[in-house]
């Protein structure tokens, strides 16, 4: 069945919007233009169809079917676009865009594309007219009017606890002004001039009703939210004056649920009721608005018709979009919805055409209808039932409260309730009583404690006034004596300043006299400066003649000079060189004698090693003989046999041994026999070895050994033994004193003669620098003469290289 509506009011549209679910339902059905739906627990049910001016998919549909309102509004009508559905339905979804992604172009509301669309049109009309556009928000919540555009005004204010309790406590007040036109007083309005504007003032409002629903317990959510684009067009042709002010209206409204579904959560009848209420307010408006109805259209019913009052006229621009959630739990809701819809299409004056025409009795699904209207009766029976027994449990725990035996369900039934408030006022009074005693007892106990602190405290005060009395005299005799000090400081003071000023005074005086006296000078010698400057210029010339005079005879001498001091130093130098050249050659020649000297006394002192060398060799062999001789004599070599005495061992020469005498060792072990000097001497020494009589001969000692008594052998074996060591000894001072000759010869003389050859070098060296540099001074003075050096005596023909 298809209730056809009938609709004089081509200003009036309804649309439907059925909002997607993500799983597969069967209760609701949609085309471009119509909506049916049918009860999902009753399989032989059948579908309600209801058509629509348009039933809007996308957003951007939903804005499509409303922008002709716009092009009116800028025409110069009002309009107002109705957000109707149960909670949940999609209505702020469709005004206001999906939540956080209000400017995503598929998510964006009706009402930013509105904004959007006006901005737009004020560019386009910008040569001739200016746009003016303000918004405002309101919220009618529990029949109170609320400004929520204000927060967006207030948005940099810190207290925001301040904000809240403002905004929870206001009611602003709906009046008519001179115009006619009905308006909510104080109301913010907001200037817009980009739809972010807009869209932040909308969110600020949401956020701040957020806010006070998560303070307050009691602060339900369902409220009709209103939002108001106003227009104003200026003539810029016509000195910018306003020729013309329209506005739209968009509006939220609250959730159309049934009140049964609203008692869910305690406190909400209150608010179900009265948004109910509202609700058939505006659907007989709208009913009358499209009966073209103008007057009886009851604006006074609620107070949202009365805001709305502007629009809702067959003049004005409405558009009612019917929101539908397909869930079906919600079958009721959404055939309510759809009810609602025909209803303010003047449904009642409308006869629905029924498919057969002729069927009479009631139409059907009527039984079912009244079936289901007594089941809601029945719940709504049990439900002001339970109220009713809550209210009394209410009303005994206030009995009991109060302490008082009266019947407050009478009382409140028979307009007790001022008995009631005065039981209250006396036991608030008598509490208020008790309390006043026991603070007038803590202040009695406080007074005491006060008042021996007070007593405590005068003491310390006494105390500290005499130690204060006596310090305060200590101080004075001290501020006493400062001050004689400072009388004191003060006269020496004075005293210096004035012998200082007088001194000032007298150097100051003298020093003006030095001053004038200078001054006094100074002036006459300016007077007489021009005879000054002109004999000093006579004196100048003069001077200058005898400058020029003077420069040319002092540079005749100095040249003189010069050239005699060249040719002395010329002379000087070659004297010199030659001095130094006879001397040098004197020094050779020295040197060379010494030299040869040196030569012949180095072989003489050879030869004279040489021969001592023999002769210790010699010696050597003698000692060796006579200790063969003792050994002889001891063994009666001399004796055919007979051992005619024995010497003892410590009066016996020893043998020269190789420890004892290493360097003579040494000596004979290092010649060899080709050395023919040595061979030669070793030759004597073997071949023509010394007898003892030979070696007593060539001492001198004449002596017959043979002949001789023990004792005097004895005797005479000590003192060979004597000789030897003494020859033995000699032969080493001997050597040492070679040694020493030979250093001395090979190093010391000759290292001697070359120092002296160098110093005299050196001498001659810093002599010919000397004549260098004065021949250079002289060169370099004439500059007329060359410049010859004379070179160092190294560089010229000498024998010895430096
Ligand atoms: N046509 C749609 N397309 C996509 N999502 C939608 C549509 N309609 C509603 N919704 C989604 O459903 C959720 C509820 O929508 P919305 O808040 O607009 O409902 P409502 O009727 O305004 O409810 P309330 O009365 O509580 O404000 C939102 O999160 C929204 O994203």
Known sequence: MQNRITNGNQNYKIFARVRPIDYQQKMVDFTNESVSIRDPTNKNAESKIVSF????????????????????????HNSCVLSYGQTGSGKSYTLFGQEGEENKPDKKGIITRAVEYL??????????????????????????????????????????????????????????????????????????????????????GFQLREKLEQQSKQFGSKCHTIITLNLVQKDKENGNQQFMNAFIQFVDLAGSERIAKSLTQEGQFQEAILINQSLTALSKCLTAISQMNSKNIPYRDSKLTRILQNCLNSQSQVALIVHINPNENNFEECLSALQYAERTK??????????????????????????????????????????????????????????????????????????????????????????????????????????????????????????????????????????EQQAEYKQQLEQIEQEKNDKVLETVKKKLKEHQEV?????????????????????????EDIKRMAKFELEKEYKQQMDNLKTEYSKFLQDSTDQYEKYLKKKNEEIDHFIHQFKKYQEKKKMQIRDMKSELFELYDIVMKAFRVIEKIENGAYSSGIRSFNIPAMDKPHIPTRNKFKNLFKYLDSKSLKNTK??????????????????????????????????????????????????????????????????????????????????????????????????????????????????PLTQQNSRYKL
């Open 53 to 76: 001016s348009s039933v809007c998919s996308t957003q951007e549909h939903a804005f499509k079917v409303t922008e002709p309102m716009l092009q009116k509004l800028i025409e110069g």
């Open 119 to 204: 901005l737009s049109k004020s560019q386009e009309f910008e040569e001739i007219r200016e746009f003016v556009i303000t918004a405002s928000m309101a919220e009618l919540f529990l029949d109170q009017v609320r400004d929520l555009g204000k927060a967006y005004q207030s948005r940099q204010q810190v207290n925001t606890n301040q904000i809240l309790q403002n905004y929870e406590n206001e009611n602003l007040t709906i009046y008519e002004n001179s115009n006619g036109q009905i308006m909510i007083k104080d109301l913010t309005q907001i200037s817009i001039s980009s739809a972010q504007e807009l869209t932040d003032m909308i969110q600020i």
């Open 346 to 483: 003047g449904v009642a004056a409308a006869q629905p055409i029924d498919d057969n025409p002729n069927q009479p009795g009631p139409f059907p699904g009527q039984d079912k209808l009244i079936k289901k209207l007594q089941d809601e009766n029945t719940e709504l029976k049990s439900k002001i039932d339970f109220i009713q027994k809550e209210h009394r449990t209410k009303l005994s725990e206030i009995q009991n409260l109060l302490g008082i035996d009266v019947d407050l369900e009478k009382l409140f039934i028979h307009g007790g309730a001022q008995e009631l408030q005065k039981y209250k006022i006396q036991k608030d009074a008598m509490q208020k009583v008790e309390t006043l005693q026991n603070y007038l007892k803590e202040a009695d106990q406080m007074i005491d404690k006060m008042q021996k602190e007070k007593e405590w405290m005068k003491k310390e005060e006494n105390n500290k006034l005499e130690r204060l009395q006596c310090r305060n005299i200590q101080l004075t005799e001290e501020i006493k004596k400062l001050r």
């Open 519 to 543: 001054i006094e000078k100074k002036v006459n010698v300016i007077i007489n400066l021009p005879q000054a400057i002109q004999a000093k210029t006579q004196e100048v010339h003069k001077h």
């Open 678 to 791: 040595e061979y030669e001497i070793k030759e004597k020494i073997n071949l023509k070895p010394l007898q003892i009589s030979q070696f007593l001969e060539h001492n001198n000692i004449k002596m017959n050994l043979l002949d001789m008594q023990e004792p005097t052998l004895r005797q005479f074996a000590s003192m060979i033994r004597d000789e030897l060591i003494q020859v033995l000894a000699r032969e080493k001072e001997l050597q040492k004193r070679v040694i020493q000759l030979e250093i001395l010869q090979s190093n010391n003389d000759l290292n001697t003669l070359i120092k002296e050859r160098d110093e005299y070098k050196q001498l001659y060296l810093q002599e010919v620098k000397k004549l260098n540099q004065s021949k250079r001074i002289i060169s370099g003075k004439s500059g007329s003469h060359p410049n010859v050096l004379i070179r």
